[in-house]
T-cell receptor
Framework: AQTVTQSQPEMSVQEAETVTLSCTYD???????LFWYKQPPSRQMILVIR??????QNATENRFSVNFQKAAKSFSLKISDSQLGDAAMYFC??????????FGAGTRLTVKP | EAQVTQNPRYLITVTGKKLTVTCSQN?????MSWYRQDPGLGLRQIYY???????DKGDVPEGYKVSRKEKRNFPLILESPSPNQTSLYFC???????????FGNGTRLTVT
């Protein structure tokens, strides 16, 4: 079964600085999606960014970008110019489109003013 | 507005008292799923459904039931809740294939 590992239970960053959250996954599939979801204290699960495995170009959404290394099965999230509103739990997720989106255990990000 | 609606948001109950958490989506999604979120474990799938009348077990199905009589609804049923089912529950839906999941706002369940 596919597994997703987030090795950093907690991270902190100074406001306006850059932070990178790590994620690795294990799969034998060749076609899949990877996602980062943000969960603020409101508990909503908010899609931050997605990456299709067949695309070599790294996805970017405003201040959020990923470093997707398919061979290494690594999918890190970079947040640039961190803002107080970025403080949340972040989940990395793997989705092969079959039956089960697999989630990592999450990384709690604190942003210091 | 496209959304997944989950109710209730908070629920406190006692051991053994049957309960149902409702989930409804208005996006005509084929796929629906239930997850539970526990600290340090991320989200784990309970049950999923690929279409009407088609349901299957996820990673942690014990103690739960689901049904999919209509495309838009996918209720989660706890016939005899126990304290180890205290958790945060999410319903999610998507189109089949590689499209992202849309989540409900979660249900915080406490079983005493």
């Amino acid at each position: 079964a596919q597994t997703v590992t987030q090795s950093q239970p907690e991270m902190s960053v100074q406001e306006a600085e850059t932070v990178t959250l790590s994620c690795t996954y294990d799969t034998s599939e060749s076609d899949y999606y990877l996602f980062w979801y943000k969960q603020p204290p409101s508990r909503q699960m908010i899609l931050v960014i997605r990456q299709e495995a067949y695309k070599q170009q790294n996805a970017t959404e405003n201040r959020f970008s990923v470093n997707f290394q398919k061979a290494a099965k690594s999918f890190s999230l970079k947040i640039s110019d961190s803002q107080l509103g970025d403080a949340a739990m972040y989940f990395c997720a793997y989705w092969s489109g079959n039956n089960d989106m697999r989630f990592g255990a999450g990384t709690r990000l604190t942003v210091k003013p | 507005e496209a959304q997944v609606t989950q109710n209730p948001r908070y629920l406190i109950t006692v051991t053994g008292k049957k309960l149902t958490v409702t989930c409804s989506q208005n996006m005509n999604h084929e796929y629906m799923s239930w997850y539970r979120q526990d600290p340090g474990l991320g989200l784990r799938q309970i049950y999923y459904s690929m279409n009407v009348e088609v349901t299957d077990k996820g990673d942690v199905p014990e103690g739960y039931k689901v049904s999919r009589k209509e495309k838009r609804n996918f209720p989660l049923i706890l016939e005899s809740p126990s304290p180890n089912q205290t958790s945060l529950y999410f319903c999610a839906s998507s189109f089949l294939g590689l499209s992202p999941l849309h989540f409900g706002n979660g249900t915080r369940l406490t079983v005493t």
